[in-house]
């Protein structure tokens, strides 16, 4: 039997029209499911996901057949888009496959709202949420208040259930990556009776360890995370208790919980989400491999740019040796011209004021002989008068004239008997001579 080979497009078609338009049991079906991913377009279509526990579905519904929906559904939407998440619907439609994308699709028709399911839970989810909105802690939709995640963490905490595929994956997605991080569990239950507690009783362990090695083990990120599921099976991570805990850690968190089309309030509260467990090992750390290459490119570039900027500065050496080899002679010559042209204008300047001042000389010189011999004979004609005045007040001329002056070996004039003792010597000085004499 020869073989006959289709292309995609005609194997795609063959399916479309001869598995699915003409099989009544895929026609007019009607299918129970999870909303989640709900999304609406410009064109007013949404596309959602509907799920089980086991699998999902891809839906579309049209904007014309949104009049076909039940009013519980429509009151719904009117909250908001994003609020039909999490609901229990039932659709009734076909199923369709895209040629574009080779994925198979359910166009919903009619769509229902099981009446048990807007109650309690989804009111509470809402709830919470505005109240997250209302004091600060709503950082999905504020990515200003979100903090920055390290570049590269040296430790990372986890808190997820030790048990299935997520804590196997994140250490794999880790290790891969970046293969000296640290990374620790702490085992938390994540679903059921008791796992709100658990999740919290893991972030606030974390956030009570101390960076000093001999207290605790301080880790630099925590991810929260948690496999995929129905809304019922990831309803912890809508628990006020484990929501404040993740808003409230002094270490920034990664929401990790479920699939990309699910949200919790963790993923509200969380200063990253990340869509599936395995994306948060991605976004966690980088690829040592690409910053180890990054650093050796950088490396290069660095050693590249010296060896220029230390050729262009030796080439800038070179040139200023040369010209500084010329410039000493240039400078002496110019100064040699400018002396030159300083004397040549300096010579005649100088030759006019110096016979002046010969000039003034002389005639000072005539002027001070007749000025200086007056002023001498008045300076003896002065002292002349000077040395009389003195000669009448010498006590000595006094003498001359009969009187004496007794002086006591000490050279004291003597004015009365009483300064003088028996034994004393004397002097006695006359107008002409002296006579040496002891007291009686």
Known sequence: MAERIYSVTQLTLSVRRNLLANNAKLAGVWIEGEVSGNRVYASGHRYFTLKDKDAAISCVLFAFNLRTCDEDFKKALAKGEDTVNGLKVQVEGELDLNMLRGQY?????????KKDELGARMAQFNALKAQLEKEGYNKLDHPERRRRLPFLPHRIGIVTSPDGAVIHDLCYVITRRFPNVEIRLYPAKVQGEGAAEK???????FNGLLVNADVGWRPDV???????????????????????????SSIPVISAVGHESDFTLCDYAADFRAGTPSIA?????????????????????????????????????????????????????????????????????????????????QRAELGLVPAMRSAVQRADAAVGRLDAKLGLLNPYAVLKRGYSITTDAQGRVVRAAAEVKAGDRLTTRLGEGTVESVAV
């Open 281 to 361: 090992g991605e976004c966690v750390v980088p690829v040592k491999r690409d910053l180890e290459k990054r650093v050796a490119d950088l490396r290069g570039r660095l050693d590249r740019a010296l060896r220029n900027r230390v050729e262009n500065l030796m080439q800038q050496t070179d040139d200023l040796v040369r010209r500084l080899g010329r410039a000493p002679e240039q400078a002496l010559a110019r100064a040699a011209r400018r002396l030159e042209g300083l004397t040549a204008r300096l010579a005649p300047a100088l030759k006019d004021p110096v016979a002046r001042l010969e000039r003034r000389v």
């Open 199 to 205: 999740v919290v009783e893991g972030i606030r362990f």
């Open 222 to 248: 925590l991810i929260v995370a948690r496999g995929g599921g129905s809304m019922e099976d990831l309803w912890t991570f809508n628990e006020a208790s484990v929501v404040y805990a993740v808003a409230e």
């Open 105 to 113: 699709a359910f166009k919903v028709q009619k769509l229902r709202l």
